[in-house]
């Protein structure tokens, strides 16, 4: 996928990327390479680029959408 952590990043641990992974209900989502160090999750998938406005990860909420931010509280973040 090619996407750092942030969480990795913010807590300085090295190496952790985010990886696609499966529920055990069989819903998809995202989580940190380094798991169980750390618990980075998201059901959002998302993308290498950072918001303008905060640094944080944008994510695709639905598919076909545009990338927002992962961050909710994000001022002028929403969109890309």
């Not at 696609?20 to 209900?25: L, P, V």
């Not at 750390?38 to 909420?61: D, F, M, Q």
Request: with cysteine; aromatic share 8%.
């Amino acid at each position: 996928m090619g996407v750092e952590c942030a969480l990795c990043k913010k807590e300085g641990r090295t190496g952790g990327q985010l990886v696609g992974r499966r529920s055990r209900r069989g819903r998809y989502f995202y989580g940190c390479s380094n798991y169980p160090d750390c618990t980075y999750t998201s059901w959002k998938r998302p993308v290498a680029e950072l918001c303008e406005h905060c640094g944080n990860h944008l994510v695709i909420p639905k598919e076909g959408a545009d990338p927002v931010c992962a961050n909710k509280e994000c001022l002028g973040g929403r969109t890309k």
